[in-house]
């Protein structure tokens, strides 16, 4: 099937990404809306004008759109910071592809995503962290985390074993690879690793790997020299701002393979090498990383790459989800209730006994965050002395204490069976209706369940049910 020519116009003007055609001498015949935008450049002012002087920033070599033309090699994901003749300075990353028919150079077409304003952030982040970094200053005023060990709120059996196993990290300089579902507490654990490490008065830096591009990503963690693209400055990376204490990456296995293949370099050999730069730099930082998947099945499914797996996960830290610490809801309500009734002036008790009925039936796919925003929002509108179901966030109410398709009668607790070991045959119940339900399909069934697909995926495991 063939489009007309005009159809294919009308489709390229309505996505939402940057494409700019040239011809072969790198004049621009095709420039759609998108673009315009990105840029703040009317058509009019593009279409039949040489990239060069629409672009005098640029040059033969800068030039995605003019090294492609000459080179015929696409180029990918590639960051370009460039300034149009009207003064913009704009910076994105393009995937430029040559055009060619019966072995002749018709043109290049580039498709570009603007980063302008996350490069902007994300550099100014990096110029504060050095900032902060350099400053002279006792231990007291350059401590770089907010949480410790004393912030890690549970009683339960394995929430204790898994602080005692952290205390013990803490005593190295090894990786540690931290998992468990959105909303457990990762990064407040990594903060308590480090708080209690030799390295604690040193710079504790971290960084998600899945909130950049990849070529943003790349200069954020290794530095850039002036010239090695355009626009680049010499700015330190997170590597060197980390020097003497500890780089936390989390959601690791969002970080492009490419780059994973460059972040095992650093922890073999122990230097980065800033982009453009022929230098190499030691740097002695501890790596912690974090995922809320199985780091296995990251593995199996190629989002992190296995070499990289071993030399991360030298100790490995799986925080339970709150629905396995029945235990621990009470103590982590009252933690939660002391500090809001702290910040907002409150005096609320408890919870009414509905609300507690809730608390204990609900399986809290958010975990412990949805547990204190929930605590939070309660203590915003009430004025009474205990929280009541309607003080409560809507979809958290209407899940109350029934499921419908779920016999409550033939789920008691047993002589001898444990509230942890009801709930966990409870939620099995429940988790095989929805997969009864949805034929199998994990999708419809988290969706069913009101939970992530990861974290479904994650409960079929631990329940042997996959």
């Known amino acids: ?25 790198g004049v621009t015949r095709y420039y759609n809306d998108a673009a315009a935008k990105l840029e703040g450049l009317d058509p009019s002012q593009v279409i039949g004008r040489h990239i060069l002087d629409v672009y005098p920033s640029l040059d033969g070599q800068s030039s995605t759109l003019l090294q492609v033309a000459s080179t015929l090699q696409p180029v990918l994901n590639h960051q370009q910071a460039f300034t149009h003749y ?51 200053s006792k231990k007291s005023e350059r401590q770089t985390t907010r949480y410790t060990f004393d912030d890690l709120i549970g009683q339960d059996r394995s929430f204790v074993e898994l602080k005692r196993m952290a205390l013990r990290a803490a005593a190295s300089s090894s990786s540690v690879l931290v998992c468990g579902e959105t909303g457990t507490g990762k990064e407040l654990l990594v903060q308590s690793i480090h708080h209690a490490s030799p390295r604690g008065s040193k710079p504790f830096v971290a960084q998600n790997c899945a909130a950049l591009p990849e070529t943003l990503l790349e200069s954020i963690l290794f530095g850039t020299i002036r010239g090695s693209f355009t626009g680049a400055e010499n700015r330190p990376g997170l590597f060197e701002l980390a020097d003497g204490g500890t780089l ?33 730099r030691p740097v002695d930082v501890r790596i912690m990383t974090a995922m809320n998947i199985d780091p296995w099945q990251a593995v199996q499914q190629g989002q992190l790459r296995e070499d990289l797996y071993f030399r991360i996960n030298v100790v490995q830290l799986e925080i339970p989800p709150l629905r396995q610490r029945p235990d621990d809801l009470p103590l982590l309500v009252q933690h939660f209730l002391d500090k809001y009734n702290r910040q907002l002036g409150k005096h609320v008790m408890g919870l009414s006994d509905a609300v507690k009925q809730l608390f204990y039936t609900y ?96 409960r079929l495991r631990a329940l042997h049910l996959a």
């Not at 704009?90 to 302008?116: F, M, R």
């Open 1 to 25: 099937m063939q489009f007309p020519e005009h159809t294919l116009e009308v489709l390229l003007r309505l996505v939402d990404v940057g494409v700019h055609v040239v011809d072969a001498n």
């Open 86 to 136: 009207k003064g913009k300075r704009i910076t994105t990353v393009n995937s430029t592809w040559p055009i060619v028919v019966d072995g002749q150079l018709q043109g290049v077409v580039e498709v570009s995503k603007d980063i302008t304003e996350v490069r902007q952030l994300s550099e100014r982040l990096v110029d504060l962290q050095a900032r902060i970094f350099d400053q002279p």
């Open 248 to 280: 936390f990456l989390d959601e690791i296995n969002a970080m492009p393979p490419s780059l994973q293949v460059k972040l095992l370099r650093v922890l073999q050999e122990r230097y980065i090498r800033r982009i453009g730069d022929s230098r190499v």
């Open 363 to 458: 399986s809290w796919p958010g975990n412990v965050r949805e547990l204190e925003h929930a605590i939070e929002g309660a203590l915003n509108i009430t004025d009474q002395d205990v929280i009541e179901l309607s003080q409560l966030p809507a979809h958290l109410v209407r899940v109350e204490c029934y499921r419908p398709g779920v016999d409550n009668a033939a789920v008691t607790l047993q002589p001898g069976q444990t509230l942890r070991e009801t709930l966990a045959e409870v939620e099995m119940l429940l988790i095989e209706q929805a997969m009864r339900q949805s034929e199998n399909n994990i999708s419809q069934a988290a969706a069913l369940l009101g939970i992530p697909r990861q974290t479904l995926q994650y």
